[in-house]
């Protein structure tokens, strides 16, 4: 079964690493994902640029609307995302538990919709 584990923080939980300390934090997540990748575990991860870098498009009536900016002004931004492959909800927040960002942030897990042993992962 796929689960998404979507990163959420501030700019402000890493703003006390030093350059240092902030490219071994990124190397973490590196490691982490060879890790992973090494067990089976990994389907894709990727870091995303800040959230004042967004665009927010919106379809209503027919007519196209697009936002510079996030859907909604929040203290915490989406990050990245991890998202993994688990034979179980249980293994899946293990796994989101070994994100490095788990200790600056929050990691949200869910379960891709459709997703199951079995369909490999497809959604209808």
Same mark, same amino acid.
């Given at each position: 079964?796929?689960?998404?584990?979507?990163?959420?923080?501030?700019? @402000?939980?890493? #703003?006390?690493?030093?350059?240092?300390?902030?490219?071994?934090?990124?190397?973490?997540?590196?490691?982490?994902?060879?890790?992973?990748?090494?067990? +089976?575990?990994?389907?894709? %991860? &990727? !870091?995303?640029?800040? !959230?004042?870098?967004?665009?927010?498009?919106?379809?209503?009536?027919?007519?196209?609307?697009?936002?510079?900016?996030? $859907? !909604?002004?929040? #203290?915490?931004?989406?990050? +990245? $995302?991890?998202?993994?492959?688990? @034979?179980?909800? &249980?293994?899946?927040?293990?796994?989101?538990?070994?994100?490095? %960002?788990?200790? $600056? #942030?929050?990691?949200?897990?869910?379960?891709?919709?459709? #997703? %199951?042993?079995?369909? +490999? +992962?497809?959604?209808?």
């Amino acid at each position: 079964m796929r689960y998404l584990c979507m990163i959420y923080g501030t700019d @402000d939980q890493t #703003s006390h690493l030093s350059p240092h300390e902030m490219d071994m934090y990124l190397n973490e997540h590196l490691d982490y994902d060879e890790q992973l990748q090494a067990h +089976g575990k990994l389907v894709a %991860s &990727e !870091a995303l640029q800040p !959230a004042e870098t967004a665009t927010t498009v919106r379809m209503r009536r027919n007519k196209l609307s697009v936002t510079d900016g996030p $859907f !909604a002004e929040t #203290s915490e931004q989406l990050g +990245g $995302f991890y998202l993994v492959e688990a @034979d179980s909800e &249980e293994e899946a927040l293990q796994l989101a538990a070994g994100i490095p %960002s788990a200790r $600056f #942030s929050h990691i949200e897990v869910r379960r891709v919709k459709g #997703s %199951s042993a079995n369909a +490999g +992962g497809r959604t209808p």
